[in-house]
């Protein structure tokens, strides 16, 4: 699974459709403060489905969209599309290669796209599940999460790496397993105590 290409448009500072084609290997992006290195990021987590405008430095959703800037007026729509090479079906689907699209315009409409075909927030959302690629998973590290790591609580920290280590999945599995293990074992006493009635 390989990120191929992104295309950003009307999205923060990007007005003007950009196309990022990633090539094998390792990118860098760099340029001056301010000029959008980390909006990039930012169009990459929202079309995985992001839905904190707080986590994308804003205060609704509708601040993504260009809001204008010197001789250049407002947009009414932002729109992302991400292009996954998915020949080793990486993703949990069939296709080889993944459009993943997400638009939003100022009316508060909203939509996903799979392969241009219309799709649910859920769609986006099952598509990266358990692949370490969701909009909460630690592929993307923004600007301060190291530090935040270093000095979280010891607890929290031990709840970050077993979260990478992919423990988190299981200890869930064995609450919900230990939970029904109480429930049946509750089932068995109640049938115990009608037998001991019966006889
Ligand atoms: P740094 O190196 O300082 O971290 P950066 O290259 O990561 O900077 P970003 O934070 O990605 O830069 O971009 C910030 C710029 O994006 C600001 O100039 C801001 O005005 C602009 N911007 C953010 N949202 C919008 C929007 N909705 N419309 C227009 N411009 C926007």
Same mark, same amino acid.
């Given at each position: 699974?390989?990120?191929?290409?992104?295309?950003?448009?009307?999205?923060?500072?990007?007005?003007?459709?950009?196309?990022?084609?990633?090539?094998?290997?390792?990118?860098?992006?760099?340029?001056?403060?301010?000029?959008?290195?980390?909006?990039?990021?930012?169009?990459?987590?929202?079309?995985?489905?992001?839905?904190?405008?707080?986590?994308?430095?804003?205060?609704?959703?509708?601040d993504v969209i260009f809001g204008g800037a010197?001789?250049?007026?407002?947009?009414?729509?932002?729109?992302?599309?991400?292009? =996954?090479? @998915?020949?080793?079906?990486?993703?949990?689907? $069939?296709?080889? %290669?993944?459009?993943?699209?997400?638009?939003? !315009?100022?009316?508060?409409?909203?939509?996903?796209?799979?392969?241009?075909?219309?799709?649910?927030?859920?769609?986006?959302?099952?598509?990266?599940?358990?692949?370490?690629?969701?909009?909460?998973?630690?592929?993307?590290?923004?600007?301060?999460?190291?530090?935040? =790591?270093? @000095?979280?609580?010891?607890?929290?920290?031990? $709840?970050?790496? %077993?979260?990478?280590?992919?423990?988190?999945? !299981?200890?869930?599995?064995?609450?919900?397993?230990?939970?029904?293990?109480?429930?049946?074992?509750?089932?068995?006493?109640?049938?115990?105590?009608?037998?001991?009635?019966?006889?």
């Amino acid at each position: 699974m390989k990120l191929k290409s992104l295309e950003i448009h009307g999205f923060k500072s990007f007005a003007d459709k950009t196309v990022i084609d990633f090539m094998p290997g390792m990118t860098g992006i760099v340029g001056p403060n301010g000029s959008g290195k980390s909006n990039i990021i930012e169009a990459i987590r929202w079309v995985m489905g992001e839905q904190s405008a707080k986590g994308l430095r804003g205060n609704t959703m509708a601040d993504v969209i260009f809001g204008g800037a010197k001789n250049r007026s407002a947009l009414g729509r932002a729109s992302v599309t991400m292009t =996954i090479d @998915n020949s080793d079906h990486y993703l949990h689907s $069939a296709f080889d %290669e993944l459009q993943v699209s997400r638009r939003l !315009y100022r009316n508060g409409d909203a939509e996903y796209l799979i392969n241009g075909v219309k799709s649910r927030l859920k769609d986006i959302t099952d598509l990266f599940v358990d692949t370490g690629l969701g909009r909460e998973s630690f592929s993307i590290i923004n600007q301060g999460k190291v530090e935040a =790591i270093f @000095n979280a609580k010891a607890e929290d920290r031990r $709840a970050i790496i %077993e979260d990478v280590a992919g423990v988190f999945k !299981y200890k869930q599995n064995k609450i919900k397993s230990q939970n029904e293990l109480a429930q049946t074992q509750a089932n068995l006493d109640r049938l115990l105590d009608i037998i001991k009635e019966i006889a």
